[in-house]
């Protein structure tokens, strides 16, 4: 049997409000339209990366494997053969010296798009994450911009072990100066890489192993190449008036079905 949920509705913007003080949390939902096809989340930020790089000889993605191999999740799938090895670079397996070097570019203007083969990794660079990219600007007084976006897959996932399934949003999210993404769908996954590259400061984006391989339907309006998500702002995957239900990256797809079993208890939950 199911305890009933006291109305009215309860939030969790609500309940942090005396931590963390008034919330500025602005919601936003589906991009408008038809959804036109279906699109796998690895093929939303292919697409993304390779719409990024034409439209800006700045950009440029590094990491381990990401060229020959077309990335350990096919993520860079034909991006060495469209641009060539001086924008799509393969690193040797030394995540502390080329994260090092493409902090250095993004202070001389370039935008770089670092991968990591599994957020785990990066621990061998969180010095030049947490203290180089992350303080930069604060500690130039506002001089140097670092607009970098660090990527790869974070969190739990099937058939790896310990030291490739940690989920290190709660550490990033600590880090002042350090913008945090973690997309659930093909939708998310483009318009907030997209922004990411654009955006002016250092952004982890944080992706999820297992969600690679699904598809979700999107529109014409998210194929458009000059489509992006604002960063900062929480998205209404399920509307609702009871309760709310606040989840990021794999987890909103659990999210959503326990929207769907608190229904038949005539509960209806909002999801964000």
């Not at 931590?19 to 959804?35: E, M, W």
């Not at 709310?244 to 987890?251: D, P």
Request: hydrophobic content about 40%; some cysteine; proline content about 6%.
């Amino acid at each position: 049997m199911m305890l009933r949920i006291a109305k009215p509705k309860v939030s969790l913007r609500i309940l942090t409000h005396p931590i963390f003080g008034a919330p500025t949390l602005t919601r936003r939902s589906y991009s408008s339209g038809v959804k036109v096809k279906q699109m796998m989340v690895r093929e939303a930020l292919n697409s993304a990366l390779d719409e990024e790089m034409t439209a800006d000889p700045r950009v440029f993605l590094m990491g381990e494997e990401v060229g020959e191999y077309q990335g350990a999740y096919k993520v860079s799938k034909g991006l060495l053969h469209k641009y060539g090895p001086d924008r799509v670079v393969d690193t040797p397996i030394t995540e502390a010296g080329f994260t090092g070097l493409a902090t250095g570019a993004a202070y001389y203007g370039l935008r770089p798009v670092l991968e990591f083969m599994t957020f785990n990794f990066a621990m061998q660079a969180i010095d030049h994450l947490v203290n180089s990219a992350a303080k930069t600007h604060y500690m130039s007084g506002g001089n140097i911009s670092v607009p970098i976006v660090f990527r790869g897959p974070n969190g739990a996932a099937l058939g790896v072990g310990a030291q490739h399934s940690q989920c290190y949003a709660p550490w990033y999210g600590s880090v002042p100066g350090l913008k945090v993404v973690a997309p659930y769908s093909s939708e998310d996954a483009r318009g907030l890489l997209k922004a990411a590259i654009r955006d002016p400061d250092p952004v982890v984006f944080l992706e999820n192993e297992l969600l690679y391989g699904e598809s979700f339907p999107v529109s014409e309006e998210v194929l458009d190449p000059s489509f992006t998500l604002p960063i900062g702002k929480a998205k209404i995957e399920k509307e609702g008036r009871d309760v709310t239900i606040t989840a990021f990256s794999r987890m909103v797809g659990y999210a959503l079905k326990a929207a769907e079993t608190l229904a038949k208890e005539d509960i209806n939950a909002e999801v964000n």
